[in-house]
């Protein structure tokens, strides 16, 4: 993967109180990596899929321990009930469009039936995040492919991570203004780190660091976002919960509308082994404000990375242009 084009820290902004980690991305936490499959195909193309896989072993048989929160269910995400359940996932996570829900369901069935110790494994539950890119995107079409998301997932690396217009976030557009893929990462007192990845694809009223960004005239206030939090904290599934509610403060301090329209997940996962003792409830607070620091920069760094985009408005059966935000460098 390519160094990414430009972070708000790149415009003289930073966001919080706490340092970033080397990357300020989600791969800081060590182990986690991700992948892109970016489409853009004519006219009428403008999708791909994003691949988080927590740790370099087989997902399957090393589980992950993780918690699920979701502001406003307008939306899906695959193997949410496990998650709340077990409080572990089991597969990579693949974030796509919405109607490649069920495609990036099957390429993570395939790649872990075909992982080294998995012969006789008969059940599977994939998790998969997904916003609606129709607006730049011809949704209907079927696309990402099977064979496309797997190319997400066989990318996958550590180092640095692309951002803005690239993967799940190539079609999607936040505040009216291209969205995209957005990470970040903290360093927590402890010696802890913790990584945010975000797919933007939400309306609102922009605010960076708190003060409002005029936007376009008539942004609409539907659509999506999907966080993922990773961390190497040793939590419990229920801390792993609590860690991604938390990551909606992040959301809400950009300015998003939250609204009955919008599917709004946040899935947190730990690297830790889990061979020892859990963190204390009353150690949270610092990973709480780093998720939230972490997320709200994520996903300004979504736009700040973004280019102009000319697509296809699948909804309206025309073509669309979204303008990428603009801002000056210090």
């Not at 359940?85 to 693949?94: A, N, R, Y």
């Not at 997400?152 to 995209?180: E, I, M, S, W």
């Not at 020892?276 to 610092?286: K, N, Q, T, V, W």
């Amino acid at each position: 993967m390519t160094q990414n084009p430009s972070t708000l820290r790149d415009h003289g902004v930073s966001i919080g109180r706490y340092p970033t980690g080397p990357l300020n991305a989600i791969t800081d936490v060590d182990g986690v990596r991700v992948g892109h499959c970016t489409l853009i195909e004519g006219t009428r193309t403008r999708t791909g899929a994003t691949a988080i896989i927590p740790h370099g072993g087989n997902v399957f048989t090393r589980k992950a321990r993780a918690g699920l929160a979701v502001l406003n269910g307008f939306g899906k995400f695959s193997g949410a009930t496990q998650i709340q359940e077990l409080g572990q996932i089991e597969t990579p996570i693949l974030l796509t469009n919405t109607l490649a829900t069920g495609r990036a369901i099957d390429a993570l069935i395939a790649h872990t039936l075909a992982q080294p110790g998995n012969a006789r494994v008969t059940s599977i539950n994939a998790v998969v995040g997904e916003t609606n890119d129709s607006r730049l995107n011809d949704i209907r079409a079927p696309r990402p492919t099977v064979a496309e998301m797997t190319q997400a997932l066989d990318a996958a690396q550590d180092g640095p991570v692309a951002q803005g217009a690239v993967g799940a976030g190539t079609g999607t557009v936040a505040f009216g203004l291209k969205g995209g893929i957005g990470t970040a990462s903290r360093l927590v007192v402890g010696e802890h780190t913790l990584g945010v990845l975000v797919q933007t694809n939400f309306g609102g009223s922009l605010r960076i660091d708190g003060q409002a960004v005029a936007g376009p005239v008539g942004a609409d206030t539907d659509g999506s976002i999907v966080i993922i939090a990773a961390t190497d904290a040793p939590l419990s599934s229920r801390n792993l919960e609590r860690l991604a509610q938390r990551c909606f403060g992040g959301l809400a301090r950009t300015g998003a509308a939250l609204s009955n329209g919008s599917g709004d997940y946040a899935l947190a996962f730990s690297t830790d082994p889990g061979d020892g003792p859990s963190l204390a409830h009353d150690a949270m607070s610092p990973l709480f404000e780093a998720a939230i620091e972490a997320t709200e920069e994520a996903i300004l760094n979504s736009l700040v990375a973004a280019v102009d985009m000319d697509g296809y408005d699948a909804g309206k059966d025309a073509p669309n242009h979204i303008a990428a935000l603009t801002l000056p460098r210090p």
